[in-house]
């Protein structure tokens, strides 16, 4: 235990300073933040920053998002515990465990095969069983699930792609960063029959999302 007193004390700091400091409120947010170990997520010569207020670089040009980011995105969701999530970009995972901690099931979809296996991997060991890990292309959802009462889009778009939209279930959320390829807005989009309510919140900055649906190079 004394070995990973380290590790909880950085993980416990994180959610005090960089989430609650910082205006997430959802106890339950806080809570999953508390509880997922994000270190397992990082490559290994990363750990020492794992709990570091900064995304993380996981391979393949990828990132594992800063935390605050994670918890400002899964608490825009709103998640009450009974939801079926899909989630798009999973790279890690931590995000997929993090919404699995909020929800009934979790659908990850990550386009880089080694980092979707990894993922799945992680997950497994950790014994998160509500998440499947799917290697595919997720720039227009996954329609053979659909629909979902939440969407995160952990990749920037420099619009919403319109799939995505007719995939939310009645009442369903989707979080996304739109915008340019390297500022983007966090947005939320929530569906009312066949009419989507859209706000806008935090200014953010992610990778490109790439794809049928994504920027287009």
Not at 128 to 155: F, Q, R
């Amino acid at each position: 235990m004394r070995l990973l007193d380290p590790i909880l004390r950085a993980r416990a700091r994180m959610v005090r300073e960089q989430l609650a400091g910082r205006g997430i409120r959802d106890p339950r947010v806080l809570a999953v933040m508390g509880a997922v170990p994000r270190h397992v997520f990082v490559p290994p010569e990363r750990r020492a920053k794992a709990y570091a207020d900064q995304p993380l670089p996981i391979g393949e040009g990828q990132t594992i998002s800063q935390p605050y980011i994670v918890a400002r995105m899964t608490e825009l969701l709103a998640l009450q515990g009974d939801e079926k999530v899909l989630e798009i970009g999973g790279g890690s995972g931590y995000q997929a465990a993090v919404l699995a901690g909020l929800a009934r099931t979790v659908i990850s979809i990550e386009r880089h095969e080694a980092l979707a296996t990894r993922a799945a991997t992680t997950l497994h060991e950790l014994g998160i069983a509500n998440v499947t890990v799917i290697h595919a292309d997720g720039s227009g959802g996954w329609p053979p699930l659909a629909p979902y009462d939440a969407i995160l889009m952990a990749a920037a778009a420099p619009r919403v792609p319109s799939p995505l939209l007719d995939q939310l279930a009645e009442g369903g959320r989707l979080v996304l960063p739109a915008g340019g390829r390297r500022m983007q807005r966090l947005e939320r989009h929530t569906r009312h029959a066949d009419a989507w309510r859209a706000e806008t919140f935090n200014e953010v900055a992610f990778v490109p999302l790439r794809g049928e649906h994504g920027w287009n190079d």
